[in-house]
């Protein structure tokens, strides 16, 4: 299984960017969706999630910001990005949870970088 992750990048403060993960390889099904996010010197923490039915969580500081979707089609999870802040500067790791001839597994994509500029 593999996640290809695109997008991010620098961009001002108040401005916008999308993120997307595309999951390829020998699966059965996608479950859940996401992104996290690290900080230099801070913990992970969630972004946002979607699940197969599009259940949706975000995190407390992306909510009203950012927007999570999906395409079941192409096993492609998304990040609407807007109003980005200082603060919003991270590693942004895709995280999956597929179903394949292993059973249930999570797996991480090795992250792209965010960087807003003020």
């Known amino acids: 299984v593999q996640l290809q992750a695109s997008g991010g990048g620098l961009v001002q403060a108040g401005g916008s960017s999308r993120l997307s993960c595309a999951v390829s390889g020998s699966i059965f099904s996608v479950n859940v969706m996401g992104w996290y996010r690290q900080a230099p010197g801070k913990q992970r923490e969630l972004v946002a999630i979607i699940s197969s039915d599009s259940t949706i969580n975000y995190g407390d500081s992306v909510k009203d910001r950012f927007t999570i979707s999906r395409d079941n089609a192409k096993n492609t999870v998304y990040l609407q990005m807007d109003s980005l802040k200082v603060e919003d500067s991270a590693v942004y790791h895709c995280?999956?949870?597929?179903?394949?001839?292993?059973?249930?597994?999570?797996?991480w994509g090795r992250g792209t970088q965010v960087t807003v500029s003020s």
């Open positions: 995280h999956v949870d597929v179903v394949d001839n292993m059973g249930s597994v999570k797996y």
